[in-house]
Protein backbone atom coordinates (compact mmCIF):
# COMPACT_ATOMS: atom_id res chain seq x y z
CA UNK A 1 0.00 0.00 0.00
CA UNK A 2 1.11 3.33 -0.86
CA UNK A 3 1.42 5.96 1.52
CA UNK A 4 3.29 9.15 -0.39
CA UNK A 5 3.27 8.00 -4.03
CA UNK A 6 2.19 5.28 -6.49
CA UNK A 7 3.81 2.05 -6.50
CA UNK A 8 5.06 0.39 -9.51
CA UNK A 9 1.72 -1.72 -9.86
CA UNK A 10 -0.36 0.99 -10.24
CA UNK A 11 1.64 2.54 -12.49
CA UNK A 12 1.41 -0.80 -14.92
CA UNK A 13 -2.58 -0.94 -14.46
CA UNK A 14 -2.68 2.72 -15.50
CA UNK A 15 -0.34 2.73 -18.30
CA UNK A 16 0.30 -1.23 -19.17
CA UNK A 17 2.75 -3.46 -18.25
CA UNK A 18 4.47 -3.18 -21.64
CA UNK A 19 4.68 -0.02 -21.36
CA UNK A 20 6.28 0.43 -17.84
CA UNK A 21 8.51 -2.03 -18.79
CA UNK A 22 9.67 -0.64 -22.01
CA UNK A 23 11.06 2.37 -19.37
CA UNK A 24 13.53 0.10 -18.32
CA UNK A 25 14.41 -1.36 -22.05
CA UNK A 26 15.28 2.44 -23.07
CA UNK A 27 19.15 2.15 -24.45
CA UNK A 28 20.70 0.69 -27.35
CA UNK A 29 23.41 -1.81 -26.81
CA UNK A 30 25.41 -0.24 -29.94
CA UNK A 31 25.29 2.69 -28.44
CA UNK A 32 27.75 1.13 -25.83
CA UNK A 33 28.76 -1.87 -27.80
CA UNK A 34 30.59 -2.64 -30.87
CA UNK A 35 28.90 -5.08 -33.87
CA UNK A 36 31.27 -7.44 -32.60
CA UNK A 37 30.49 -7.73 -29.20
CA UNK A 38 26.99 -7.70 -29.41
CA UNK A 39 27.11 -10.52 -31.35
CA UNK A 40 28.87 -12.58 -29.08
CA UNK A 41 26.60 -11.63 -26.27
CA UNK A 42 23.59 -12.96 -28.21
CA UNK A 43 25.57 -16.32 -29.95
CA UNK A 44 26.75 -17.00 -26.45
CA UNK A 45 23.25 -16.10 -24.80
CA UNK A 46 25.09 -14.00 -21.41
CA UNK A 47 22.89 -10.77 -21.41
CA UNK A 48 18.79 -10.52 -22.42
CA UNK A 49 17.83 -6.64 -22.26
CA UNK A 50 14.04 -7.93 -21.87
CA UNK A 51 14.91 -10.41 -19.25
CA UNK A 52 17.00 -7.58 -16.77
CA UNK A 53 13.75 -5.44 -17.59
CA UNK A 54 11.60 -7.92 -16.25
CA UNK A 55 13.61 -8.47 -13.26
CA UNK A 56 13.88 -5.24 -12.50
CA UNK A 57 9.71 -4.71 -12.72
CA UNK A 58 9.22 -7.52 -10.49
CA UNK A 59 11.70 -6.69 -7.79
CA UNK A 60 9.69 -2.88 -7.75
CA UNK A 61 6.31 -3.83 -8.37
CA UNK A 62 4.96 -3.41 -4.79
CA UNK A 63 7.06 -0.44 -4.30
CA UNK A 64 6.91 3.61 -4.60
CA UNK A 65 7.94 5.07 -7.47
CA UNK A 66 9.51 7.83 -5.03
CA UNK A 67 8.49 10.61 -7.62
CA UNK A 68 4.95 13.07 -7.94
CA UNK A 69 4.28 11.91 -11.15
CA UNK A 70 4.72 8.55 -13.16
CA UNK A 71 6.49 11.08 -16.44
CA UNK A 72 8.96 11.96 -13.56
CA UNK A 73 9.40 8.15 -12.82
CA UNK A 74 9.64 6.92 -16.11
CA UNK A 75 12.24 10.06 -17.58
CA UNK A 76 14.78 8.96 -14.21
CA UNK A 77 14.04 5.35 -14.94
CA UNK A 78 15.17 5.49 -18.68
CA UNK A 79 18.38 7.84 -17.38
CA UNK A 80 18.95 5.65 -14.96
CA UNK A 81 18.91 2.53 -17.34
CA UNK A 82 21.29 4.12 -19.55
CA UNK A 83 23.99 5.13 -16.50
CA UNK A 84 24.02 1.74 -15.98
CA UNK A 85 24.79 0.49 -19.12
CA UNK A 86 27.34 2.47 -19.28
CA UNK A 87 28.73 1.14 -15.82
CA UNK A 88 28.68 -2.01 -16.95
CA UNK A 89 30.02 -1.95 -20.44
CA UNK A 90 33.05 0.22 -19.06
CA UNK A 91 33.39 -2.99 -16.73
CA UNK A 92 34.96 -6.53 -17.46
CA UNK A 93 31.86 -7.49 -17.43
CA UNK A 94 31.33 -7.22 -21.07
CA UNK A 95 34.85 -7.88 -21.76
CA UNK A 96 35.49 -10.74 -23.75
CA UNK A 97 37.92 -12.81 -25.18
CA UNK A 98 37.61 -13.98 -28.39
CA UNK A 99 38.21 -17.76 -28.21
Avoid at 15 to 26: A, P, T
Avoid at 43 to 49: E, G, T, Y
Avoid at 59 to 69: C, D, K, N, P, W
Wanted: aromatic share 20%; net charge negative.
Amino acid sequence: MSDYTITLKRCSEVYGKDEVLSWFLEYNLSDYLTEEQIFLIKSRQVFNPNFLATMIFNHYYFREIAYETPEMFRHFAIEKMREVMRNLCSSYLFSFTYI
